[in-house]
């Protein structure tokens, strides 16, 4: 699994840097991995489909300020399945933006289905004589970014970690997830600018600690919307890594192409469960030459959430220019800073991942959002009525079976041909011996006229043509 990621991974790098252009006749292994359509890493050939960036479907409210140390401010949320439960940290104001003593402090909230959350009185904090509450840290770094530590050599007081941001930037060691405590009083990163949230975790795939935060980048054009006034550039993200949680590399910004530059607030950077070689990103653009709402004080700028991926982890595709949430019709969603992606995917059902937005910052009504896709919702291969198709590079697979996220209208199909690096049919995978397949299905399996096995095609580089019409392809995957 590690050798196959490092190999995708260096593979992306060079094709990313131009080093191997006109390469696209090397077969890529995916091996059982599910594939995605977040970038055009394997796709050799569209015709008549585009890829299709989906927005989430904003649901209910499920943080929102209800005690006195909320009052002001709930946000930087980050949550993750833990055992049998959901977990979630997240920021709390308890007086408002600009007010001294601002007091910014972390909260706890845990749910069995990631839609109701209660927020237990711990009795670790005090909190206007009280221990009566819900909170777990307040020294004077703040923003925490917690993360269960995966890594098998991690000792058990060290289980979860976390960044906090007091300036520079601290490491916090805990038990527990509950009780924390510096592991140092030395910071461990002191490169600034580290504002907002600054994002931490054990990489399972490349066997590191990895971080993203807050940098400055002044190189290339400035996107629509943006002007130059942060520090002599935009906001941005840079990527460390680190052996041990305490010694991290030199912080690296990371790479989008030729894509314009746009002011990165936060980063939300998370590996996506069901599909681990992709990193995800969902990154808070300020638009910093916008003008807010009317009578908004604090501060020039509007702001939206955009979607990024990447397989190596410092190149990130930025296909996708448009936003990935929008403000709404919510007027309070019109100004700067307003909207934060919280950083966490949740399967809440087998049909449903359940995201996070914090919204309306700095007003009474601020809260955070439940948004929710079908499970590999981000992007599709889309088909209208007309039939189109696509065609992937070559691939080697390992398995018995393919199997189809996708999505058709009553009239609407798809049809797969396995064919070799010549482009040729493969004998009993044409497309006339595949009958169509239609319907809403997350894994539904590709049938020829001889069955599903493809069994004998394994080790052997072939390719993947795909005809669809009115249809939604949003995910492939190879297995027994």
């Not at 080093?19 to 055009?40: N, T």
């Not at 690296?252 to 530059?261: H, L």
Request: charge should be neutral.
């Amino acid at each position: 699994m590690r050798f196959r990621s490092v190999v995708c991974s260096l593979i992306c790098l060079l094709l990313t840097s131009g080093l191997l252009r006109g390469s696209d006749d090397a077969a890529v292994d995916i091996g059982s991995e599910r594939q995605l359509f977040v970038d055009q890493y394997l796709i050799q050939k569209m015709a008549g489909v585009r890829q299709l960036l989906h927005h989430p479907t904003p649901r209910e409210i499920v943080i929102k300020p209800e005690h006195p140390w909320e009052k002001h401010g709930v946000s930087y949320m980050v949550t993750f399945r833990d055992g049998d439960r959901f977990r979630a940290w997240y920021r709390v104001d308890a007086a408002p933006f600009g007010k001294a003593p601002r007091r910014a402090m972390t909260a706890y909230a845990e749910s069995d289905d990631g839609i109701h959350w209660h927020k237990p009185n711990l009795h670790i904090i005090e909190y206007n004589g009280s221990t009566a509450n819900n909170l777990v840290w307040d020294g004077a770094a703040a923003n925490m970014a917690p993360f269960r530590d995966d890594n098998p050599a991690c000792p058990p007081n060290e289980r979860y970690k976390a960044f906090v941001r007091g300036g520079d930037i601290f490491a916090l060691v805990s038990p527990d997830g509950l009780r924390w405590e510096l592991a140092s009083e030395t910071p461990i990163l002191t490169d600034r600018p580290f504002d907002s949230h600054n994002i931490a975790f054990w990489d399972d795939v490349t066997e590191q600690y990895v971080a993203y935060t807050r940098g400055v980048r002044k190189d290339g054009p400035v996107g629509q919307g943006m002007r130059d006034r942060f520090k002599g550039g935009v906001r941005w993200v840079r990527r460390t890594t680190s052996p041990d949680f305490r010694n991290w590399s030199k912080l690296q910004p990371i790479q989008t192409g030729t894509a314009p530059r746009e002011e990165f607030y936060t980063n939300a950077t998370i590996r996506y469960a069901r599909a681990p070689q992709y990193l995800l990103m969902f990154p808070s653009r300020f638009a910093s030459a916008r003008k807010p709402q009317p009578q908004w004080e604090f501060g020039a700028g509007v702001n939206d959430i955009v979607f990024l991926s990447s397989r190596d982890g410092l190149n990130f595709d930025r296909t996708f220019l448009k936003a990935f949430i929008r403000p709404g019709l919510d007027q309070g969603n019109w100004h700067e800073r307003s909207l934060y992606m919280e950083r966490g995917i949740l399967q809440t059902s087998p049909s449903e991942l359940s995201l996070y937005c914090m919204q309306n910052w700095r007003l009474p009504s601020v809260h955070i959002r439940r948004y929710t896709l079908r499970p590999d919702g981000f992007v599709s291969i889309q088909a209208d009525y007309k039939p189109g198709e696509l065609i992937t590079r070559p691939i080697v697979f390992s398995g018995e079976s393919l199997s189809l996220n996708y999505s058709t209208s009553a009239v609407g199909w798809l049809r797969v041909e396995i064919q070799d690096v010549d482009g040729q049919p493969i004998e009993g995978f044409a497309l006339e011996d595949c009958p169509e397949m239609y319907g809403d299905k997350l894994a539904a399996p590709v049938r020829w006229q001889a069955g599903t096995n493809v069994s004998r095609l394994v080790d052997r580089a072939v390719r993947l043509r795909i005809v669809m019409s009115d249809c939604d392809l949003y995910a492939f995957r190879f297995g027994e």
